[in-house]
């Protein structure tokens, strides 16, 4: 077989602890390459799409778009900084072969660095150091890069890992240098700097069609949507693939819609290539970690792993005598409904029948993904009890 490069082609998230950043960079980027429509190019955190992101100024869950510079597409995975959303940041880093890793030029890499790190490193994707907010008064960005290089070696880096470029940002003004004492005008050496770092998407020329589900999202007219990187060969619509289930099985199915994302939007496709992140239609069924694959020749990818949970709540229907007062869904059956929805989108918790009735464990990642997920359906008409959270104990 062939190995060949989509050199037209890049696929890289960006990943930082909570608040260096992420999203007003990816918001500049957006702007500086014309991929913002007008009616939206004053408003701020354009990538914070729900409600929730935009008051608590965090990214909850993991989302892509694209740029063009020059002939290469350039799709972006704008990644949570939260390890309370850590299934998101496996996800998203399954779709694309390097890393902008974003560093507050004041703060350094703090603990949540580390964790989004430490998976990119092993999934050994391509690394750039972005120091940003360098116009801080209280910027130590010398110091800063040198805590960098520490945390690598701490992380058990390869000495290819280590050598990382840097770049020196500035993503509130949109400038970007690669020398800290010279100032930027605009993005331009972050994106060459993007095109000659980032490895380019690698397939086998005969190698038959294999993508991975790494997200879920719904339309109201065609259902269920699988968002997809496409590994090998190349996927049509209306084609007819095998649907590689988690539990092993495989099923037939046409792929009924096809889309790519361009900009902020996603437009209708006949085909997506190898590299391309793409949204299907057609299979009301499919979860994520499943993979779409060649009809007559299937070939499963491994399925994403995503870590354990690490705290447990109960959570049941408002069984006070003030029931009915702030919300309209009331009923074990239509929590449970909702809950049983949420484990579709979300890898990353579990819900487990507990001895009380209509109450629930929900098994998470910690108290913050439990109160987004709480107070997401408080605003959607649930009344609901929540118990004391606690840390789930495993024997070993």
């Given at each position: 077989?062939?190995?060949?490069?989509?050199?037209?082609?890049?696929?890289?998230?960006?990943?930082?602890?909570?608040?260096?950043?992420?999203?007003?960079?990816?918001?500049?980027?957006?702007?500086?390459?014309?991929?913002?429509?007008?009616?939206?190019?004053?408003?701020?955190?354009?990538?914070?799409?729900?409600?929730?992101?935009?008051?608590?100024?965090?990214?909850?869950?993991?989302?892509?778009?694209?740029?063009?510079?020059?002939?290469?597409?350039?799709?972006?995975?704008?990644?949570?900084?939260?390890?309370?959303?850590?299934?998101?940041?496996e996800r998203g880093l399954a779709m694309v072969n390097g890393?902008?890793?974003?560093?507050?030029?004041?703060?350094?890499?703090?603990?949540?660095?580390?964790?989004?790190?430490?998976?990119?490193?092993?999934?050994?994707?391509?690394?750039?150091?972005?120091?940003?907010?360098?116009?801080?008064?209280?910027?130590?960005?010398?110091?800063?890069?040198?805590?960098?290089?520490?945390?690598?070696?701490?992380?058990?880096?390869?000495?290819?890992?280590?050598?990382?470029?840097?770049?020196?940002?500035?993503?509130?003004?949109?400038?970007?240098?690669?020398?800290?004492?010279?100032?930027?005008?605009?993005?331009?050496?972050?994106?060459?700097?993007?095109?000659?770092?980032?490895?380019?998407?690698?397939?086998?020329?005969?190698?038959?069609?294999?993508?991975?589900?790494?997200?879920?999202?719904?339309?109201?007219?065609?259902?269920?949507?699988?968002?997809?990187?496409?590994?090998?060969?190349?996927?049509?619509?209306?084609?007819?693939?095998?649907?590689?289930?988690?539990?092993?099985?495989?099923?037939?199915?046409?792929?009924?819609?096809?889309?790519?994302?361009?900009?902020?939007?996603?437009?209708?496709?006949?085909?997506?290539?190898?590299?391309?992140?793409?949204?299907?239609?057609?299979?009301?069924?499919?979860?994520?970690?499943?993979?779409?694959?060649?009809?007559?020749?299937?070939?499963?990818?491994?399925?994403?792993?995503?870590?354990?949970?690490?705290?447990?709540?109960?959570?049941?229907?408002?069984?006070?005598?003030?029931?009915?007062?702030?919300?309209?869904?009331?009923?074990?059956?239509?929590?449970?409904?909702?809950?049983?929805?949420?484990?579709?989108?979300?890898?990353?918790?579990?819900?487990?029948?507990?001895?009380?009735?209509?109450?629930?464990?929900?098994?998470?990642?910690?108290?913050?993904?439990?109160?987004?997920?709480?107070?997401?359906?408080?605003?959607?008409?649930?009344?609901?009890?929540?118990?004391?959270?606690?840390?789930?104990?495993?024997?070993?």
């Open positions: 077989m062939t190995k060949t490069f989509r050199n037209d082609i890049r696929n890289v998230a960006i990943i930082a602890h909570v608040d260096h950043g992420k999203t007003t960079l990816v918001d500049a980027m957006l702007k500086q390459t014309g991929s913002v429509a007008t009616y939206k190019e004053m408003i701020e955190r354009v990538m914070d799409s729900t409600d929730l992101e935009r008051e608590k100024g965090i990214t909850i869950l993991a989302k892509n778009t694209s740029v063009r510079w020059g002939d290469t597409k350039i799709n972006i995975i704008d990644t949570p900084g939260h390890a309370d959303f850590g299934g998101e940041v890393v902008l890793l974003l560093v507050d030029a004041s703060e350094g890499p703090l603990p949540q660095t580390r964790f989004v790190l430490r998976k990119a490193l092993e999934l050994n994707l391509s690394v750039i150091l972005v120091i940003n907010k360098i116009d801080r008064s209280d910027a130590r960005i010398a110091e800063v890069v040198d805590e960098v290089y520490e945390l690598f070696i701490d992380l058990d880096a390869t000495e290819d890992q280590i050598d990382f470029p840097i770049v020196y940002a500035n993503a509130r003004k949109g400038t970007a240098t690669l020398d800290p004492d010279e100032p930027g005008t605009d993005l331009k050496p972050l994106f060459e700097l993007l095109l000659t770092h980032i490895v380019a998407p690698e397939y086998d020329d005969e190698h038959p069609l294999q993508a991975q589900v790494t997200n879920l999202d719904a339309s109201p007219y065609v259902g269920r949507l699988a968002i997809c990187r496409v590994h090998q060969g190349t996927i049509r619509k209306d084609q007819i693939i095998s649907h590689c289930r988690v539990d092993g099985t495989v099923v037939r199915a046409k792929i009924t819609e096809l889309y790519i994302t361009e900009g902020l939007e996603r437009v209708d496709a006949e085909e997506a290539g190898p590299g391309e992140i793409i949204a299907v239609a057609g299979m009301p069924d499919v979860t994520i970690g499943e993979t779409l694959a060649d009809e007559e020749d299937p070939r499963p990818l491994p399925v994403i792993r995503i870590d354990e949970p690490s705290l447990s709540a109960t959570i049941g229907i408002n069984t006070s005598p003030l029931t009915g007062l702030d919300g309209k869904k009331l009923t074990a059956r239509m929590l449970k409904d909702r809950l049983d929805r949420e484990l579709i989108g979300n890898v990353s918790i579990r819900i487990l029948p507990s001895d009380r009735p209509d109450t629930w464990i929900f098994q998470g990642r910690g108290e913050l993904q439990l109160a987004v997920l709480v107070e997401t359906m408080r605003r959607e008409g649930f009344e609901l009890t929540v118990g004391k959270p606690e840390v789930v104990t495993k024997m070993i």
